[in-house]
């Protein structure tokens, strides 16, 4: 029993530590160099399940903040005329199950001749949780094709967030995601 006990806040530890997952994916016969205005591509913010406990005005106005300032850092401005570059963003939730066996009991070997012990059996555990992952999506200005998209993914807290808190994992997630642009 002891050892179930301690089993729960150690999963819940390491999911805790858990880096980011970053994936990206790019079209290679583009000059990204070319590229040095951006705008939005409305819905700017588009969110997946389409929820209202996940999509709000104030986290599509984080993500929005967050994008741009990576990208000033990368010497991209924004334009409100024909942009080289048109940039949506996702937040997607999803809920993943884990599952873990456990085997107890059994015979165990004893001293003078004989088995000692109670019969084996397996328990099995689902654990369930979230995963969001911010996705960003350039799209070439002139002829609207998807040219960039990077991604990060991370297991939410089991308890919700402050406002505080948020807003540093949106601004650290989309760092991570746009610190693999432009591709080497």
């Known amino acids: 029993m002891i050892r179930h006990t301690l089993l729960l806040p150690l999963l819940l530890l390491l999911a805790a530590c858990q880096t980011y997952q970053v994936n990206r994916d790019y079209d290679s016969s583009r000059d990204f160099a070319a590229y040095r205005t951006w705008s939005w591509k409305e819905p ?6 389409d929820d209202p406990r996940i999509k709000s005005d104030l986290t599509g106005q984080r993500i929005r903040e967050a994008v741009g300032e990576q990208l000033d850092q990368r010497g991209l401005r924004p334009a409100t005329d024909k942009p080289d570059l048109m940039v949506q963003s996702w937040l997607i939730v999803d809920e993943r199950q884990q ?6 009991g059994g015979y165990w070997g004893g001293g003078w001749n004989g088995y000692w012990g109670g019969p084996a059996y397996t ?8 995963v969001a992952t911010i996705q960003v999506d350039f799209f070439d200005g002139k002829d609207g094709k998807l040219v960039w998209r990077g991604s990060a ?5 089991a308890s919700p967030p402050n406002p505080a808190e948020r807003e540093a994992a949106i601004r650290e997630t ?11």
Do not use: L
């Open 44 to 49: 700017a913010v588009q969110y997946s399940p």
């Open 99 to 104: 599952q873990s066996n456990y085997n107890y």
């Open 123 to 130: 328990e099995t555990r689902i654990y369930t949780y979230k």
């Open 153 to 157: 993914e991370q297991i939410m807290k």
């Open 174 to 184: 989309v760092a991570k995601v746009i610190a693999q642009y432009p591709p080497q």
